[in-house]
């Protein structure tokens, strides 16, 4: 049986009984190191070790509190719920139901200050709008979950079901994808794991523009109908009901416009 010595400053493994192994010969083998404490290793694991986890859960807000109000440029959204079905009726478990990104404003704060400019909030309750996939804190409140981002997170508004119909707002640029190529240069088929994708498309429509320090719109340099290279990995992507693939992006994200 082998064994071993571990203190602080050398390792001594004997080998004498393991000849068995083929290539193997019995020696002694010592490792010489000087050892330090790793941080976050050993039992039992300290809070130092988590440090680096985070976990987002909803917020519940108790039932004796009957309105919340959002301050500054915030909005408050009920969530639409998650289809639990396809077109099809099938059932769909929880790990492959999307999660929404999309709902109805149900409050907003009272706007924010730019320079000397006092700017109401873009969008009133009521309005159906998108949103980024990530952004807020999610709340759940009178049975049902809601989300308190800032205007800023909103990507459009969406006044039917079809994404293709949505408005985009501030600097947001709504962008048909061109669709993947199927062939290699040398007339290969690709795969859909294999095929590369797409930054480049067509600008569906764009958002009014981002503020100035007065408060004022700037226009954005590209339009609808122009062919564009996008960054590869930003924006929210979505599929329209007709299989085609958009995506909304910041104006910045947009590189060139092709011709």
């Known amino acids: 049986m082998a064994t071993a010595q571990l203190t602080a400053f050398s390792i001594s493994v004997s080998a004498r009984n393991l000849s068995s192994f083929e290539g193997l010969r019995p020696s002694n083998v010592k490792l010489a190191s000087s050892f330090k404490p790793l941080v976050g290793v050993g039992l039992p694991l300290s809070r130092r070790s988590f440090q680096g986890l985070v976990v987002k859960a909803a917020t519940v807000v108790a039932p004796k509190y009957t309105s919340i109000t959002p301050l500054g440029d915030r909005v408050l959204v009920k969530i639409k719920t998650v289809e639990e079905k396809t077109e099809g009726g099938i059932l769909l478990p929880s790990s492959a139901q999307s999660k929404p990104q999309g709902g109805e404003v149900v409050a907003v704060g009272e706007g924010k200050t730019i320079g000397k400019a ?117 924006g929210n992507d979505f599929k329209g009901s007709d299989g085609s693939n958009y995506i909304a992006l910041r104006a910045s994200d947009v590189m060139a416009i092709l011709s």
């Open 118 to 234: 006092k700017l109401d909030i873009s969008v009133k309750t009521g309005t159906q709008v998108v949103y980024s996939k990530y952004a807020g804190t999610e709340v759940e409140f009178d049975g049902s979950s809601h989300l308190i981002l800032k205007e800023d997170d909103i990507v459009g508004i969406l006044e039917t079901d079809d994404i293709k119909d949505l408005k985009p707002l501030n600097d947001r640029v709504f962008i048909k994808v061109a669709e993947a190529e199927e062939k290699t240069a040398g007339g290969l088929l690709l795969t859909e794991a294999t095929k590369e994708k797409p930054s480049i498309g067509t600008v569906i429509a764009v958002g009014p523009g981002p503020l100035d320090e007065e408060g004022n719109r700037k226009a954005l340099s590209v339009s609808p109908g122009n062919t564009v290279l996008y960054s590869k990995y930003a």
